[in-house]
């Protein structure tokens, strides 16, 4: 098998959970101020996304427990969702802002899809048991195609697209999303939890059945139910409260902190990830933390952006370095879990750093080799004269 977390927590937080919204083809209105909250949220979850895969990967067992790390491993927990939640936020704000309607909107957001869905599949991509894969062995293709947050972002990226491109108000979008999110955590009260072994002759046979089976929860550390209904209420966010601005940032605390106190004494700590309780409670704490973040200076906020828009980047370099890609060892079987809380939290920054430098330079690459061959196509195109036909 592949060098993975070594426990169920590395896999419930944001495993690129976060996505970089790209706007949809076509014109666009004049650029509308950016969101520092929503720019501070994306940039403390880059950060948070690779410590903690990094800690997982390297903390020794002493230090792991450590009352301290203890209680930061449970509220590790809200990575994902935050991440999930800012993505649906982002996407709505975006579609929002762009003049695309009707079917151009999806159509402006499938390139975006496609391609978090490549990435997701290709980082499980078992190089380790290509023969079992070839030869049909149900255990490597539910590896393979097992959903991560890549794709359930991915789908709920297309559905919201699809959505939004209809001619209904704000409000009705709204109650839309609101009910898609209410769906998605009734639909995922049964989901396993992560790495749970499903009973002998319960999973499908390779093929889209087994696809289906894992999108919707069998094996799936991530799948579309409940995880999307983070996505979905970071919608719903985006189409009530905009900005965020003024009275809104409260009223934002507000529901959160009602939704907090609604469930915490349900024992949240021991619920399974799809029970509803627990999702609800992490909605609220994630609205607590975004209207504190609206209080975020524009300013200092803007330069944390660029981190923010790298996060996917980030995450599809920093997840092989960690754990290892394919047959490749990562710093999890190179150095193995046997450091000091600062040793692996100074690699973790090292970590972040070299993923955030190496996203930004094969971007040059990229926008360079695009530029050479747009100047190369233009050389080579035949020159017509003036008045020629």
């Not at 496609?114 to 070839?134: N, Q, S």
């Amino acid at each position: 098998m592949p060098p993975s977390p070594s426990n169920v927590a590395a896999r419930l937080d944001a495993q690129a959970a976060v996505v970089d919204v790209a706007p949809a083809n076509g014109p666009a209105r004049p650029r509308a101020p950016r969101i520092a909250a929503l720019d501070a949220a994306r940039a403390l979850g880059v950060l948070a996304m690779v410590v903690g895969h990094t800690l997982d990967a390297l903390l020794a067992p002493e230090v792991r427990a450590a009352p301290a790390v203890e209680t930061y491993w449970k509220a590790r927990g809200l990575t994902a969702p935050l991440f999930l939640m800012v993505s649906g936020w982002a996407v709505t704000v975006a579609i929002s802002r762009g003049r695309a309607t009707g079917l151009a909107v999806p159509r402006g957001r499938l390139p975006r899809v496609l391609l978090l869905l490549v990435i997701g599949y290709a980082l499980r991509w078992p190089g380790w048991g290509l023969d079992a894969l070839l030869a049909g062995d149900r255990t490597v293709w539910s590896h393979l195609l097992a959903f991560d947050a890549l794709h359930t972002i991915a789908i709920s990226l297309l559905t919201a697209a699809c959505l939004l491109a209809l001619p209904w108000s704000r409000r009705e979008r709204a109650i839309a999303f609101l009910l898609l999110a209410v769906l998605a955590m009734a639909a995922g009260v049964q989901a396993p939890l992560p790495g749970t072994v499903p009973p002998p002759g319960t999973v499908p046979a390779p093929g889209p059945l087994l696809a289906l089976w894992q999108a919707a929860g069998g094996t799936s550390p991530f799948p579309l139910f409940p995880w999307s209904a983070y996505f979905f209420s970071g919608a719903v966010l985006a189409l009530l409260v905009g900005d965020g601005g003024g009275r809104r940032a409260a009223a934002v605390a507000a529901v959160g902190a009602a939704f907090v106190l609604a469930t915490a004494w349900t024992g949240v700590g021991a619920l399974p990830p799809g029970d509803p309780r627990l999702v609800v409670f992490r909605i609220g704490v994630i609205l607590v933390l975004l209207a504190a973040l609206f209080l975020v200076p524009a300013k200092a906020a803007g330069r944390l952006a660029p981190l923010g828009r790298a996060s996917l980047g980030v995450y599809a370099i920093h997840v092989p370095i960690v754990y290892g890609w394919s047959t490749f060892p990562g710093l999890g079987l190179r150095i193995g879990p046997a450091l000091s809380f600062h040793a692996a939290f100074g690699i973790a920054l090292l970590v972040l750093a070299t993923s955030f430098v190496l996203h930004r330079a094969i971007g040059a690459v990229r926008r360079g080799a695009a530029a050479a061959m747009r100047e190369a196509v233009r050389r080579l195109a035949p020159r017509v004269e003036p008045g020629a036909r």
